[in-house]
């Protein structure tokens, strides 16, 4: 099992463009969360997903910020019209059930908005 | 709210001396407390949790509900320790327990 598969590693994007950073989740995991780690601080929960439903996007900045997980392929986490502040390291994890401590996490894609 | 906090940003210590990671939490239900590490070019991973009050790789942490604490352990450092090291809670309304919070982490480095 290669493990939690997160593409691209890093990313470079203006501000203004779309940035869109992908999670394959363990084999035989249905369950995907995203965590955002801004600069010198720890992560922080963005999104739940199961396939094809978000659970909890009570993390998700309000504006820009979306999440799929469709039937088919990885995860998405799209963001739009990127500004500085978006900046960051943006892990994805994924569990085959709801049980907090299997968490698996990805190596993370470390986002740069110039 | 909920919140952890790891006063420590960077630690180091020699090989073979003890050394404590702190972690302090603040939570208004019964948390469930993890240590997660990422040793350098590696993905972050879960080292222990309380509920298992497990040792790993000699490792421990002990929840102390009254001082609102989850500190790490080690009698004997050892190099291969050096690493970033999370302490995480997990816990939110409504039972959305699937929510980690993290500590903003501490550096740790043995050196020889």
């Known amino acids: 099992n290669a493990g939690v598969m997160q593409n691209p590693r890093h990313l470079v994007r203006r501000r203004g463009q779309e940035a869109r950073l992908r999670c394959s989740p363990m084999?035989?995991?249905?369950?995907v969360y995203w965590y955002r780690q801004l600069p010198e601080e720890g992560l922080k929960f963005m999104v739940y997903?199961?396939?094809?439903?978000?659970?909890?996007e009570s993390g998700m900045p309000k504006e820009r910020f979306s999440a799929e997980f469709p039937k088919e392929g990885p995860s998405i986490l799209r963001i739009q019209q990127v500004v500085r502040g978006d900046s960051a390291a943006y892990f994805c994890?994924?569990?085959?059930?709801?049980?907090?401590?299997?968490?698996?996490f990805g190596p993370g894609t470390r986002l740069t908005v110039t | 709210a909920q919140r952890v906090t790891q006063p420590e940003k960077l630690l180091s210590v020699f090989k073979g001396a003890p050394v404590e990671l702190k972690c302090n939490y603040s939570?208004?239900?019964?948390?469930?407390l993890f240590w997660y590490v990422q040793y350098s070019r590696q993905r972050l991973q879960l080292l222990l949790r309380?509920?298992s009050r497990e040792s790993i790789k000699g490792f421990t942490a002990d929840l102390n509900k009254g001082e609102t604490s989850f500190h790490l352990k080690k009698p004997f450092a050892q190099e291969e320790d050096s690493a970033m090291y999370y302490c995480?809670?997990?816990?939110?309304?409504?039972?959305?327990?699937?929510?980690?919070?993290f500590g903003k982490g501490t550096l740790l480095t043995v050196n020889p």
């Open positions: 995480a809670l997990s816990g939110g309304s409504g039972g959305s327990n699937y929510k980690l919070t």
């Open positions: 994890a994924s569990s085959p059930s709801i049980v907090t401590y299997e968490q698996y």
């Open positions: 084999k035989g995991h249905s369950h």
């Open positions: 309380h509920i």
């Open positions: 939570y208004s239900g019964s948390p469930e």
């Open positions: 997903l199961q396939k094809e439903n978000i659970i909890d």
